[in-house]
């Protein structure tokens, strides 16, 4: 069965850091760009990062820039996204979902052409 697993999501102060994970089964993670989206309730979602196929593009959003880093463990199938400096404003659902490449402009990252979602965890972040 092919799916998208997050995990890692939860309560944090801000400040503060989470790392979240993707791990992928029924598909290998390492032949497609991954990508983080949220969406914030009341929100449209938006996309916040993305890995290429090759790890050789990682690439942020305006508002995560210089706070958040994606990477991926090939061994494990898994990419993370490590969020430091959380602010209340990155409080939202958080999805990974795999495509064949990241689509992105001007520290915008797209949800074009996506195979595979997850279904998301939850980020809260307050004190």
């Known amino acids: 069965q092919v799916q998208l697993v997050e995990s890692g999501g939860g309560l944090v102060q801000p400040g503060g850091s989470l790392r979240l994970s993707c791990a992928a089964s029924?598909?290998?993670?390492?032949?497609?760009?991954i990508g983080w989206f949220r969406q914030a309730p009341g929100k449209e979602r938006e996309g916040v990062s993305c890995?290429?196929?090759?790890?050789?593009?990682?690439f942020y959003a305006e508002p995560v820039k210089d706070r958040f880093t994606i990477s991926r463990d090939s061994a494990k199938n898994t990419v993370y996204l490590l969020m430091n400096s959380l602010k209340p404003e990155d409080t939202a659902v958080y999805y990974c979902?795999?495509?064949?490449?990241?689509?992105?402009?001007?520290?915008?990252?797209?949800?074009?052409?996506?195979?595979?979602w997850g279904k998301g965890t939850l980020v809260t972040v307050s004190s």
């Open positions: 979902a795999a495509a064949e490449t990241c689509y992105y402009d001007d520290y915008e990252v797209f949800d074009y052409d996506i195979t595979y």
């Open positions: 890995i290429s196929s090759t790890n050789t593009g990682r």
């Open positions: 029924g598909f290998t993670l390492g032949d497609y760009a």
